[in-house]
């Protein structure tokens, strides 16, 4: 089933049981509710909606769901459980073991009903915070370190970067998304699905200007810049600035550049040190609210201030 953006297919289906179960519950306490055996809510039906809410969830939070949502028949059987105590084995066949049995099956109905309230506020809370990530400018860390290469601190500056936007005065603005140990087919996916206005590649660069992710096994997977290029121009429709914190990435950059606005590469090698301060004086000016631009030459200007020697790596090259 396909959920729109403000879940309204989900919310209709949770409805339509919330109203059944209370029916059948009432239908246990002898009330004239006109409900049919047919009528009352199924595994099946309960099922189907537990497994749409954890793919929104997995959609708009990238997790599973968080504690405010319970799986339905856990839910029900302790509101049965908790007004109902077991029939005691002398009350087997009698009449007051068919009382407490049918008090038992209005009481899980009608949890089945109150989970059917938490998990339509759990959805609109999903749905407004859907909307909310929507209006963001996402910014995609991809992160490589192949096994056969020099290890890099490609952790510490995820992390600058993640502390920087924290304490920033436009951090509302942003959404971090990060993709680790990733490979080529992680990169097609993840500019397919999260369609981010910034993409932050991080890791090793050949002298022939290639970039290395890793191949199944772990090691280099080196993609050249046409390749690159070629997925900018069929999945990049909505990025507005590429970064490439890697050795050698201009060539790699001057592939991309008709296809994106901004994109920023490394004219030859850059140290683990230089890349780290780099990408946090260019990611301080963005949650400061600057424009790409601005946020470069403040990242050159970082590496000035910590008297690093290589603030003439970092190139920035504009789509013509």
Request: net charge negative; proline share 4%.
């Amino acid at each position: 089933m396909e959920i729109d953006a403000n879940g309204s297919g989900l919310k209709s289906l949770i409805g339509s049981l919330k109203a059944r179960a209370k029916r059948t519950a009432g239908h246990y306490r002898k009330e004239d509710t006109g409900i049919t055996p047919e009528e009352w809510p199924r595994d099946a039906e309960v099922e189907l909606i537990e497994s749409l809410v954890r793919e929104k969830a997995r959609r708009v939070t990238g997790g599973d769901p968080s504690q405010q949502w319970k799986g339905c028949r856990e839910f029900a059987q302790a509101i049965r459980d908790s007004r109902n105590p077991p029939v005691s084995r002398e009350h087997f066949g009698t009449e007051e073991a068919q009382r407490r049995y049918e008090r038992a099956e209005a009481d899980f109905f009608d949890g089945i009903a109150l989970w059917a309230d938490s998990t339509m506020d759990y959805v609109t809370s999903l749905s407004g915070l859907a909307v909310e990530t929507a209006t963001k400018l996402r910014i995609l860390f991809l992160a490589a370190n192949p096994s056969d290469r020099t290890r890099l601190r490609l952790d510490r500056e995820l992390r600058d970067i993640r502390e920087e936007l924290a304490m920033a005065g436009y951090r509302e603005r942003f959404d971090l998304q990060t993709r680790g140990a990733v490979r080529a087919k992680d990169m097609v996916r993840a500019l397919l699905e999260l369609e981010p206005a910034y993409v932050h590649f991080s890791g090793h660069g050949t002298a022939d200007g290639a970039i290395c992710v890793e191949a199944s096994d772990g090691t280099s997977h080196e993609i050249d810049p046409d390749a690159l290029a070629a997925l900018f121009a069929a999945a990049g429709e909505k990025v507005q600035c590429v970064l490439l914190n890697a050795c050698f990435s201009e060539n790699q950059a001057l592939a991309i550049a008709p296809h994106v606005p901004f994109v920023i590469g490394m004219h030859t090698t850059i140290s683990d040190e230089a890349a780290i301060a780099f990408a946090t004086g260019f990611y301080r000016a963005l949650g400061a609210g600057k424009g790409i631009p601005v946020a470069f030459e403040l990242g050159i200007v970082e590496l000035k201030l910590f008297g690093i020697a290589e603030h003439e790596t970092p190139v920035i090259v504009q789509c013509p």
